[in-house]
């Protein structure tokens, strides 16, 4: 069974714009922080943009704050993330994340105990 569940991904051209949406359990949404990271081919998992646990609070990862926008549907359970002018080197596996975050590290791939299955985002230019 899966707790959390990424869609949304797909292929698009260099400058293009995609959603990507995760829908989570009604306990782990509206109790858990959310978020995004992403892993392309032989690189590290990478932080892209989080929600603290009421959604009150947002994080960004440097390289991705102004062009992706974290947003969420509570009716629906579903956070989204908004990518836009997207480029060839955003070519990754995303996965929507949640945690309780005891420690109040967003940052860290290790902290993070919930993992969807990843959607898979190709950029070609």
């Known amino acids: 069974q899966e707790q959390l569940v990424e869609s949304g991904g797909g292929s698009v051209q260099a400058g293009g714009s995609m959603r990507l949406s995760c829908t989570a359990s009604?306990?782990?949404?509206?109790?858990?922080?959310m978020g995004w990271f992403r892993q392309a081919p032989g690189k590290e998992r990478e932080f892209l943009a989080s929600?603290?646990?009421?959604?009150?609070?947002?994080y960004y990862g440097d390289f991705v704050k102004g062009r992706f926008t974290l947003s969420r549907d509570n009716s629906k359970n579903t956070m989204y993330l908004q990518m836009d002018n997207l480029r060839p080197d955003d070519t990754a596996v995303y996965y929507c994340?949640?945690?309780?975050?005891?420690?109040?590290?967003?940052?860290?791939?290790?902290?993070?105990?919930?993992w969807g299955q990843g959607t898979q985002v190709t950029v070609s230019s």
């Open positions: 994340v949640a945690d309780s975050l005891s420690s109040g590290n967003y940052y860290s791939a290790h902290n993070y105990g919930y």
């Open positions: 009604e306990r782990i949404f509206t109790s858990y922080a």
């Open positions: 929600y603290n646990w009421n959604g009150s609070e947002t």
